[in-house]
């Protein structure tokens, strides 16, 4: 969410951009509530809604750290939009969008999951579109539309009506 922000501040223009690095951060702070939720259900909720703990092991947790940390000081020093899109596919191709999504069906709401899933698709086919509109760098398009496939496949996996969109499109 951070890191979108800055990019918020740092592409004000076209409004087209600034708007969608808005979107993106949104979307973060929504992972955020939404782990701040499954928290409190967890430690509330006096029958176990764990069948199996979400792991994410220390070295994972100080990697995505310092992922983030150094993009947040290449954003300081200034950088161009491509890299900024780079820095997207990079994050949204990492362990916390797996997170946030392991973390939702700890909870045994399988709509939760798939919603976590089908926003995260969304947010996925904006920032493929956005790559093809404001660079030129094919490799950088394939990795997003391959992440949208990647995600798809888990919506598809997950549930029904997943079962059904894939069946109608």
Known sequence: MELYVRFVHAFTTPAEVRDFWFGMAKHEAG???ALALVE????TDPKPVVDKPVWLDEA???RLRALLQAYLREV??????ERAFEMAVDIEASELEDLVVDMLSVVR???WR???LQ???HDLGDLSYMVERY???ADLLKRADALIEQRRGGLVKGSASARRLRTEA
């Not at 409190?40 to 430690?43: G, P």
């Not at 300081?76 to 939009?81: M, N, V």
């Open 31 to 33: 992972h955020c509530g």
């Open 40 to 43: 409190r259900i967890i430690k």
């Open 60 to 62: 994972t947790v100080t």
């Open 76 to 81: 300081k020093r200034g950088i161009s939009l």
């Open 109 to 111: 709401a399988p709509k």
């Open 114 to 116: 798939e919603r976590a």
């Open 119 to 121: 926003m995260l698709i």
């Open 135 to 137: 660079t030129n760098n």
